[in-house]
């Protein structure tokens, strides 16, 4: 048996590559291209991630987690990923449809008894009841909810979504709606008998390793939370704003765990949960997903979505996927999927060069959303950095 300070060396290096190869000269490259955005009081700061399948290539951080402290923007920050979340709760779905619980054809009302007899906004009845699938689309109807209490539940959030009228019929149009997943994580719970956050947390979280993705920030991980920041209307300097739809402490856990927009996460957390999609449903010798169902979830859905800030669109099941890339989107391949969130943060893989690329910031009302000249500028230099050119 080799000795301890030679079994040390082996075992960094049988590690090391599945979590980070440092190149200088190329993340020096990616953030040259990002500086202008904090120099320019776009972004307070960043987190920056490229992976392979197997990989992360890239981890970097610019600026600052805390302008008032001037604390420095670390790699392990926890960002509120707001609809990021949507990709993962998508995820939860199918492994059940897989196991035979339910269809993805399936109305609503069988698994949730509370939607029968819904009307549309004019007190018609439907065309047809709402399906699985019209919710994984967004083409369920669903009417969008305030919430009027910071300390409710999932059950109590979804039977208000379900005493509001239907929008439009079901199918019949496209409305994204975080009501229709946060109905999809109660489907979840009533099918599999367990709170949704539980199922996520032993059928997700835990065999992907993401230790810092949750509803409910420790006040450990709390500490680590990057401050949101926004650019009032007449104003032309950053301000901390407060996290939206997530009312009261992030650590309270009284709070609702919110499938279409709830978790908090990092770079690398969330790298993992694509590179397992980019290996069709394994990770580190575990089979999460059936290759089939991975496919089905990133396969486009629908026609072209109105999106203007990110064209060429379509919806898989929970996932959006770029069908015919353009502007910033240019340099990914067609079927590239994935999601954004409401604070700026995107999270997207490439299937074809078995890219990861995940920014994360934390910036309300960012210009054009999807579509931000930041997210163009991060993708653009790190295709030139780890695409198949080099």
Request: aromatic fraction near 6%; proline fraction near 8%.
């Given at each position: 048996?080799l000795?301890?300070h030679?079994l040390i060396?082996?075992?960094?290096?049988?590690?090391?590559?599945?979590?980070?190869?440092?190149?200088p000269?190329?993340d020096?490259?990616?953030?040259?291209?990002l500086?202008p955005y904090?120099?320019?009081?776009v972004?307070?700061?960043?987190?920056?991630?490229?992976?392979?399948?197997?990989?992360?290539?890239h981890l970097a951080?610019?600026?600052?987690?805390?302008?008032?402290?001037?604390a420095?923007?670390k790699?392990?920050?926890?960002?509120?990923?707001a609809s990021?979340?949507k990709?993962m709760t998508?995820?939860?779905?199918?492994?059940?449809v897989?196991?035979?619980?339910f269809?993805?054809?399936?109305?609503v009302?069988k698994?949730?008894?509370?939607?029968?007899?819904?009307?549309l906004?004019s007190?018609?009845?439907p065309?047809?009841?709402m399906?699985?699938?019209?919710?994984?689309?967004?083409k369920?109807?669903?009417?969008?909810?305030r919430q009027?209490?910071?300390?409710?539940t999932?059950?109590?959030?979804?039977?208000?979504?379900s005493?509001?009228?239907?929008?439009?019929?079901?199918?019949?149009?496209?409305?994204?709606?975080?009501a229709g997943?946060?109905t999809?994580?109660?489907?979840v719970?009533v099918?599999?008998g367990?709170?949704?956050?539980?199922f996520?947390?032993?059928?997700?979280?835990?065999?992907?390793g993401m230790k810092d993705?949750t509803?409910?920030p420790?006040a450990?991980q709390a500490?680590r939370?990057a401050?949101?920041?926004?650019?009032?209307?007449?104003?032309?300097?950053?301000q901390?704003?407060?996290?939206s739809?997530?009312p009261?402490?992030?650590?309270?856990?009284?709070?609702?765990?919110?499938?279409g927009?709830?978790?908090?996460?990092?770079?690398?957390?969330?790298?993992?949960?694509?590179?397992?999609?980019?290996?069709e449903?394994r990770?580190q010798?575990?089979?999460?997903?059936?290759?089939a169902s991975?496919?089905?979830?990133v396969?486009?859905?629908t026609e072209i979505?109105?999106?203007?800030?990110?064209?060429?669109?379509?919806m898989?099941?929970?996932?959006?996927v770029?069908?015919?890339?353009?502007?910033?989107?240019a340099?990914?391949?067609?079927?590239t999927?994935?999601?954004?969130?409401?604070y700026?943060?995107?999270?997207?893989?490439?299937?074809?060069?078995?890219?990861?690329?995940?920014?994360?910031?934390?910036?309300?009302?960012?210009?054009?959303?999807?579509?931000?000249?930041?997210?163009?500028?991060?993708?653009e230099?790190?295709?030139?950095a780890f695409?198949?050119?080099?």
């Amino acid at each position: 048996m080799l000795p301890l300070h030679r079994l040390i060396p082996v075992a960094v290096a049988l590690v090391f590559p599945l979590i980070c190869r440092a190149d200088p000269a190329r993340d020096a490259a990616i953030a040259g291209k990002l500086q202008p955005y904090l120099d320019s009081g776009v972004v307070s700061g960043l987190v920056t991630l490229v992976a392979d399948e197997t990989r992360v290539l890239h981890l970097a951080t610019l600026g600052k987690s805390d302008l008032a402290s001037g604390a420095p923007m670390k790699t392990d920050a926890l960002f509120w990923i707001a609809s990021m979340t949507k990709p993962m709760t998508a995820v939860c779905v199918q492994m059940l449809v897989e196991e035979g619980r339910f269809s993805l054809e399936d109305p609503v009302e069988k698994l949730l008894p509370e939607f029968r007899g819904q009307k549309l906004s004019s007190g018609a009845d439907p065309g047809r009841p709402m399906t699985v699938r019209d919710l994984l689309t967004h083409k369920s109807g669903i009417s969008e909810v305030r919430q009027s209490k910071e300390e409710t539940t999932l059950a109590e959030l979804v039977v208000d979504y379900s005493k509001a009228p239907l929008r439009f019929e079901p199918g019949s149009q496209w409305a994204y709606s975080t009501a229709g997943i946060d109905t999809l994580g109660r489907i979840v719970e009533v099918v599999a008998g367990t709170p949704f956050e539980i199922f996520l947390q032993k059928r997700l979280l835990e065999p992907l390793g993401m230790k810092d993705t949750t509803f409910w920030p420790t006040a450990d991980q709390a500490a680590r939370l990057a401050k949101s920041y926004s650019i009032p209307k007449g104003q032309t300097q950053l301000q901390e704003i407060p996290i939206s739809m997530l009312p009261g402490a992030v650590t309270n856990r009284k709070r609702p765990a919110k499938p279409g927009a709830g978790l908090f996460s990092t770079a690398t957390d969330v790298a993992a949960f694509y590179q397992m999609l980019l290996q069709e449903g394994r990770f580190q010798g575990r089979t999460l997903l059936t290759p089939a169902s991975v496919r089905a979830l990133v396969s486009p859905q629908t026609e072209i979505i109105p999106t203007p800030s990110a064209p060429g669109v379509t919806m898989g099941l929970g996932f959006k996927v770029q069908t015919e890339p353009q502007e910033v989107t240019a340099v990914q391949a067609p079927g590239t999927f994935g999601h954004g969130g409401a604070y700026g943060t995107q999270s997207w893989a490439d299937p074809k060069h078995k890219l990861v690329y995940v920014l994360l910031i934390q910036r309300g009302g960012m210009p054009k959303g999807d579509g931000s000249d930041l997210r163009g500028a991060f993708q653009e230099a790190a295709f030139a950095a780890f695409g198949p050119a080099r």
